[in-house]
């Protein structure tokens, strides 16, 4: 690998727009500067029109970053814009462009982008892609996903399952799986104790949580249904709730009045600011991700960095982040199996144990590797 420094460039959202992706910019971002490369991320000044993000507000309302450079620059649904940006992006002649990629609604912007910057450069183009069929369809999605897999060079997938929906839309041979690091931008870990005081919740309950927004391919309904099954109540194991809607809450909170959930069920159904993540965490005894459908998740990595056990469903990615009977349980996409392995995490008080084995296992997530990887990928692209 060539070691010398390199100019880079992430193009996504970052500060102040909210949510899972600008918090993985803003720490790859710093990652490859203490790696001794110069990076800065472009991002958005209008990421989605209203129509596409079904939460209250796109922005986060903490401090901003002071320790990386983030330009605010692209509007979503101005083409004039992208060709501005992509030629701003070419006069600043880096080494390579990374480009995040988790919805085809970006297709025609990104794909725009990168393709003139490759115009008469030797820019290498890098895609990190989160999803390239997305949770949730919509019409045109394949026509903008092949326009945008077109301008690349390499390709970076967090999840195998990804890595697999990419050969349906490329031959390209020059794509590599990097397992998603683990969030550490949330703060240190606090004691339980001081987590559920924070929060005010009673130190001598159980509690899980499902952290994250709402939306059906979370599953956070058949986790209801699970915190019904007799033997989830007769432990008294209270679930959190923390996250936003961004569907209709009626038919959860129908699922909670049908088993009678009321005490059971703890909803801060609002977005979580990211200087109160870890209280959540930390007053938990174990996440969990109930999901119908996932690629890679940054919510196991935040729980990672926490040093918590995890409950995930055998879907995409989550697999191979969550050691079964390990660092926590793989689950069937149904409730008895999920209201199984919580009665078995508390009748054989497993939580020490995977506590312990998150110790090591997290080893394999760290933001140092992925830097490399990401630096191997561009050497071989030369």
């Not at 965490?281 to 919510?299: I, K, L, N």
Request: hydrophobic share 40%.
């Amino acid at each position: 690998m060539n070691s010398k420094k390199k100019k880079v460039i992430i193009v996504g959202p970052a500060y102040p727009l909210r949510g899972g992706i600008a918090n993985f910019n803003e720490a790859l971002c710093r990652a490859m500067n203490n790696a001794g490369n110069e990076t800065k991320i472009i991002s958005f000044s209008l990421q989605y029109p209203s129509f596409l993000f079904p939460g209250k507000t796109q922005f986060e309302n903490g401090k901003e970053p002071n320790d990386i450079i983030i330009e605010t620059k692209i509007n979503s649904i101005n083409p004039i814009n992208w060709i501005k940006v992509a030629n701003y992006i070419k006069s600043e002649n880096p080494d390579y462009v990374i480009l995040r990629y988790w919805l085809p609604f970006m297709g025609a912007c990104l794909g725009t982008i990168a393709k003139r910057i490759k115009k008469g450069t030797a820019i290498k183009i890098i895609a990190i892609t989160d999803n390239v069929i997305p949770h949730e369809s919509r019409i045109g999605d394949e026509i903008l996903t092949k326009y945008f897999v077109k301008q690349i060079d390499g390709f970076i997938v967090m999840s195998k399952s990804v890595l697999n929906d990419l050969n349906e839309f490329t031959a390209n041979k020059n794509k590599i799986f990097l397992p998603h690091p683990i969030y550490d931008i949330f703060g240190e870990r606090v004691e339980k104790s001081v987590a559920l005081k924070h929060l005010n919740l009673n130190p001598d309950d159980k509690h899980i949580l499902f952290f994250g927004f709402i939306r059906n391919y979370k599953g956070l309904d058949i986790l209801l249904e699970a915190m019904g099954d007799k033997r989830v109540k007769e432990l008294g194991v209270k679930l959190i709730v923390a996250g936003e809607y961004y569907e209709d809450a009626s038919p959860y909170n129908e699922i909670i009045k049908k088993h009678s959930l009321e005490v059971s069920v703890i909803l801060h159904t609002r977005y979580i600011p990211s200087e109160e993540v870890r209280y959540y965490f930390c007053a938990c005894d174990m996440a969990v991700q109930p999901y119908r459908h996932a690629t890679q998740s940054g919510v196991t990595q935040i729980a990672y960095h926490f040093d918590k056990p995890m409950l995930v469903t055998n879907v995409g990615g989550l697999p191979e982040i969550v050691a079964h009977n390990k660092v926590g349980y793989v689950s069937a996409i149904n409730p008895v199996s999920i209201a199984n392995f919580i009665v078995e995490f508390y009748a054989h008080d497993k939580e020490e144990l995977f506590i312990a084995n998150i110790m090591d296992e997290k080893k394999r997530f760290l933001w140092s590797t992925f830097v490399k990887g990401v630096e191997d990928l561009h050497h071989s692209l030369l």
